[in-house]
Nanobody
Framework: QVQLVESGGDLVQPGGSLRLSCTSS????????IGWFRQVPGKEREVISC????????YYADSVKGRFTISRDSAKNTVFLQMNILKPEDTALYSC????????????????WGQGTQVTVSS
């Protein structure tokens, strides 16, 4: 099972930016599609973005399209989620997840998950 660690969550004002990181110490993330999900207590987990193992395809939820960008730095073995123009409704626990090769919008298709990093957007 791939061990994933997220970082970068913080308290930020509306309109601000954050960059989340997802990395693994024991596995090469290039072999995996990496998805970003978020969850608010009492609500279903929501897929935000995904990048395929070849970086040839990426996916964004309509709620973040144009504001969030997913990217991969192979040298750092890290996948980033750049989040701009943050809104209070972006407040959630953000988690990254891994599956072989291809993206999926379903969390159940991902076998490995990180613990999550909290993003709070508030003035």
């Amino acid at each position: 099972q791939v061990q994933l660690v997220e970082s970068g969550g913080d308290l930020v004002q509306p309109g601000g930016s954050l960059r989340l990181s997802c990395t693994s110490s024991g596995f090469t993330l290039n072999n995996f599609a990496i998805g970003w999900f978020r969850q608010v207590p009492g609500k279903e987990r929501e897929v935000i973005s995904c990048i395929s193992s070849s970086d040839s395809t990426s996916y964004y939820a309509d709620s973040v399209k144009g504001r969030f960008t997913i990217s991969r730095d192979s040298a750092k073995n890290t996948v980033f989620l750049q989040m701009n123009i943050l809104k209070p409704e972006d407040t959630a626990l953000y988690s990254c997840a891994a599956r072989f090769y291809h993206c999926s919008i379903y969390g159940t298709d991902f076998g490995s998950w990180g613990q999550g990093t909290q993003v709070t957007v508030s003035s």
